[in-house]
């Protein structure tokens, strides 16, 4: 017998039913989702996945820094990752253990007070540890799997399992991990390095960053992955060659300062930026017979 997610509502109380989800993701679009549920602990959240129907649409939503929302209702469950998701340890001298809702700039930041050096990176990226695990996240040349020991994560039946770095197949920008995984936390390892030095480094990376991308604003970050395997250019460049930098629909537009951040310049809805991300796609494909494949995930 199917379970009526309101009869969860009096076990679970962060679960919420038709919730907007307009305000959880940078782009600051989208609609509602069925249900919402925000998991303080390990043990409240197995017991949750453990109650729903197992063939219930799941979706865990970080800091929502490179999703699209869809404006119709989402019929499945967002998941949001709180409290005790979002500690950081010290295992030892060199290793770190960071829950997966930790953002990326605060494990950036734990690593500079502990002498760690190899996050640097992670300053400029501006998502959660679960989604840079997930799309192996990356920038001035480093990525998630550079630093990566092992994660903890949850099945869809409930279990713990661990995952060690070596047995992921991480690609460009991709983990290929199943989307039915829950990633709960994972540790990572940096190497001695002293604070100042780290500090100056993450404010060199900082500054190349704005000067190069748009900040401040409604978007969601690198819309396309760099098509490494197919060229030699990157992505901007494949862009500006081939569409109109000032194409829009409705208030969906091309950045000024950067061609594959896309922004909503005022009340952009979720056709108005699929359009212009799917014309730039096919404007890109029709020029280059380069296919281009989204960075950013679309949630519909």
């Known amino acids: 017998m199917s379970i009526d997610l309101k009869d969860l509502i009096p076990e679970f109380n962060n679960l919420k039913l038709n919730y907007d989800l307009k305000k959880k993701n940078w782009f600051n679009i989208g609609g509602k989702t069925k249900a919402f549920y925000k998991a303080d602990n390990l043990k409240e959240l197995i017991k949750f ?9 799941i979706f865990v939503l970080g800091a929502g820094s490179n999703t699209l929302i869809t404006d119709k209702l ?10 005790n998701f979002n500690n950081i340890s010290l295992l030892n001298d060199e290793i770190l253990i960071a829950g997966s809702a930790v953002t990326d700039k605060l494990l950036s930041e734990f690593a500079m007070e502990n002498n760690l050096g190899g996050f640097e990176f992670l300053s400029c990226i501006p998502g959660t540890i679960g989604g840079g695990i997930k799309m192996n996240a990356g920038c001035f040349n480093r990525e998630f799997k550079d630093i990566l020991i092992s994660i903890q994560a949850l099945n869809k039946s409930g279990q713990v399992i661990t995952i060690h770095s070596k047995d992921i197949n991480f690609k460009y920008r991709d983990s290929k991990l199943s989307d039915d995984l829950i990633f709960l936390s994972a540790s990572f390892k940096g190497f001695k390095k002293n604070k100042d030095i780290i500090k100056n480094e993450i404010q060199l990376l900082k500054e190349k960053k704005e000067q190069a991308q748009p900040t401040q604003i409604k978007t969601s970050g690198s819309t396309f992955k760099n098509p490494i395997d197919q060229s030699d250019k990157k992505v901007w460049q494949l862009i500006k060659e081939s569409v109109s930098l000032d194409k829009s629909f ?12 896309f922004v909503n310049k005022g009340n ?12 730039v796609s096919d404007s890109v494909f029709k020029k280059t017979g380069i296919k281009l494949e989204k960075e950013i995930k679309i949630l519909e």
């Open 49 to 57: 996945l453990k109650k729903i129907p197992n063939d219930e649409k």
């Open 250 to 261: 409705g208030d969906a537009c091309i950045s000024e300062k950067h061609c594959n951040f």
């Open 268 to 279: 952009a809805k979720y056709e108005d930026m699929k359009k212009l991300i799917d014309f």
């Open 74 to 83: 989402f019929n499945g469950v967002v998941i949001k990752l709180a409290n």
